[in-house]
């Protein structure tokens, strides 16, 4: 295989404890994550133990407030420490994602009591989180779901089950929609469940193409009774606190593209400088070089435009439109740049022996999570030419 170390990434960071945390990352994926990521990947072995010493290094809380334990990080830095994280293993960036989007909604629409009792724990005490919005017969059209929450006392019960849940079985906390009112979007309210809250299950995980050391299964609420001092925000708000979640999870996903995309392009990179056919390295080739020109350059383009929906959310700016164009495009880059980095590897990239497969496996989830990318080009459309139908 070839042991040409990738150059690192040369990012254009606002502070310099932000580059200070960007070395901290790249030390700690370089060390703890991509030595073993092939491995674990392959047994589908889900690496608690790093998620332990990102929590205990800040890392899990990064852009939220110092007084509840987060790092106040701009989400500008952030995603590109998202994006280191992900170069080294999917399975890590997309988690450090999804544990984001799962603290949102208390972070955003919890109580100062709320915030208080809780978020210390999950930002940096070593828990993990999951989101839970989709449900088997409710995915794209989320507002449709049909897990109840009905009011008892001063308790909620829930009753009904979640899908495609990252994390589902391993969390210690779930952000759970459930329908406390009326069909549509304005009959759901956000909860904050225990991890081992009576009553709650998950299914075995999914047996996926790729991604395989994260886990991904179905959460059951059978009865579980949540105290209404765990309800995130007004009844009939969870709705709107799903989408103001999504809009910044979006961001994570592109990141994450960005990286797997970066990881492949370094790979593919030096492969060709060290394999040689008729007498030279197959870098010589000009029909190589300009494929691997194309493939730096969409990366570039993909990083630069999660950068600007970033830094337009970090000056408190609507930036909902640029992050499902973040979405989109980045992690429609990250299938071709996947796709070509198999290709330059030719028969090697299409084994195991090599981490390009992995790559492009792994690619093509990003397309589907967090939103289709079918549904980025509805939200953008939205915002263009304004709602269907009217």
Not at 48 to 65: A, H, I, K, N
Not at 170 to 179: E, G, L, P, S
Not at 342 to 371: N, W
């Amino acid at each position: 295989m070839p042991d040409r170390a990738p150059q690192p990434v040369d990012r254009q960071l606002p502070t310099d404890e932000a580059r200070d945390l960007i070395s901290l990352v790249r030390d700690i994926a370089q060390r703890e994550i991509a030595p073993s990521a092939a491995e674990e990947e392959d047994a589908g072995r889900f690496p608690r133990e790093v998620f332990t010493l990102l929590s205990d290094s800040g890392l899990l809380g990064l852009p939220y407030d110092a007084e509840y334990g987060g790092g106040e990080q701009p989400y500008e830095v952030y995603l590109q420490v998202l994006e280191e994280l992900a170069a080294a293993r999917l399975t890590v960036g997309l988690g450090v994602s999804v544990h984001t989007l799962a603290s949102y909604a208390l972070a955003a629409y919890g109580t100062k009591e709320q915030q208080v009792e809780h978020l210390p724990a999950m930002l940096g005490g070593g828990l993990l989180g999951a989101y839970c919005l989709s449900e088997p017969a409710s995915g794209s059209d989320a507002a449709s779901l049909r897990t109840k929450a009905v009011r008892d006392g001063d308790d909620w019960v829930l009753t009904g089950t979640k899908a495609w849940i990252t994390h589902g079985g391993i969390a210690d906390f779930y952000t759970v929609m459930a329908r406390t009112g009326a069909e549509g979007p304005r009959g759901i309210t956000a909860f904050l469940v225990p991890g081992d809250a009576e009553g709650l299950s998950a299914a075995a995980p999914e047996k996926k193409m790729g991604l395989k050391g994260s886990p991904t299964a179905q959460v059951h609420l059978d009865g579980v009774r949540v105290p209404d001092a765990r309800r995130l925000g007004e009844e009939g708000q969870g709705f709107a606190i799903a989408l103001s979640a999504l809009d910044s999870g979006r961001l994570g996903i592109a990141a994450c593209a960005i990286g797997v995309a970066q990881a492949a392009l370094d790979e593919a990179v030096s492969y060709a400088a060290e394999r040689r056919q008729f007498g030279k390295p197959i870098s010589d080739f000009q029909g190589l070089r300009f494929l691997l020109a194309d493939m730096a350059t969409q990366i570039e383009a993909g990083r630069s435009l999660y950068l600007t929906a970033a830094r337009l959310r970090d000056a408190g700016l609507p930036f909902a439109k640029q992050a499902a164009m973040a979405k989109l495009f980045c992690t429609d880059t990250a299938m071709r740049v996947t796709t070509d980095a198999v290709q330059v590897l030719g028969g090697y990239g299409y084994t195991a022996d090599f981490p390009a497969e992995r790559y492009m496996r792994e690619a093509k989830v990003l397309q589907i999570v967090e939103g289709t990318n079918q549904i980025q080009r509805m939200v953008i459309g939205r915002h263009l030419a304004g709602p269907e139908g009217r």
